[in-house]
């Protein structure tokens, strides 16, 4: 899609190795993706030319135009974290992704955090989506633009966020509960969402400093991971705003 390409050549242009774009040169072509077309061969990426057909069968018929063959993104690790976490000027807002593994949740999951200014995603090492083509797709530009690391051991994590500062809140359905209503975030916050039906693990539980709920107003009593990842991200930025 367009404005994964576009994302994918501003941030990794080093990661693509080709470019199909609809061809359209008999006709009057669509100017995004001639912008596209510019920014490739500035860079020195191989710009072929191909029928609809050809673009459908590489990517689906959701490709609107382009497709890029590039290699997949690398994933920071717990010492790339740390030297992010070190590097912020102001008060990080994170968020934690556990048991997410269907690749369009994690990709929407992205998009959210990109558009309610996350600096930085995080998820474990193992029983997670990954960044795979599916999820890069789904997250439109956002699975390039954000930072992103994979760790192996959750809880220590959490531990060390604690130790620097970071307040912790889970999403859970528990007695302890707290409405997200009422939650006044404070500077440095970290948001951590459960896969739907197992939600957050209980040590993980165990380890957030606060649990926080979606009240619901019909008979549905949960929401799919992403739309939940976005209801707390943005409540989270309007709070924030609003105390500025």
């Keep these: 899609g367009i404005h994964a390409v576009e994302s994918l050549l501003r941030h990794r242009p080093e990661g693509v190795l080709e470019l199909f774009v609809l061809d359209t040169r008999a006709k009057r072509g669509d100017?995004?993706?001639?912008?596209?077309?510019?920014?490739?061969?500035?860079?020195?990426?191989a710009v072929q030319y191909s029928r609809r057909e050809s673009l459908d069968k590489l990517a689906g018929p959701q490709n609107q135009g382009v497709v890029a063959r590039a290699r997949p993104r690398s994933a920071g690790d717990e010492q790339a974290l740390a030297a992010h976490l070190d590097g912020l000027d102001h008060p990080p807002l994170l968020l934690i992704?556990?048991?997410?593994?269907?690749?369009?949740?994690?990709g929407a999951c992205l998009r959210s955090a990109d558009a309610a200014g996350v600096q930085a995603v995080i998820v474990p090492r193992r029983n997670a989506a990954g960044l795979t083509p599916v999820a890069c797709r789904t997250a439109v530009g956002a699975a390039e633009s954000l930072a992103y690391y994979e760790i192996g051991n959750l809880a220590s994590?959490?531990?060390?966020?604690r130790e620097r500062g970071v307040w912790v809140v889970g999403t859970a359905l528990e007695e302890r509960s707290e409405s997200l209503f009422a939650f006044q975030p404070p500077n440095a916050l970290a948001v951590v969402m459960g896969a739907e039906g197992a939600g957050l693990k209980r040590l993980t539980r165990d380890k957030c400093d606060q649990l926080l709920e979606i009240p619901m107003a019909g008979e549905v009593q949960s929401l799919n991971v992403s739309v939940a990842t976005g209801v707390m991200l943005f409540h989270v930025r309007a709070q924030r705003e609003s105390s500025e």
């Design 31 to 45: 100017a995004r993706l001639e912008t596209l077309i510019i920014a490739a061969r500035d860079q020195g990426i």
């Design 97 to 106: 992704l556990e048991g997410v593994t269907d690749p369009h949740n994690l």
């Design 157 to 161: 994590l959490l531990d060390q966020l």
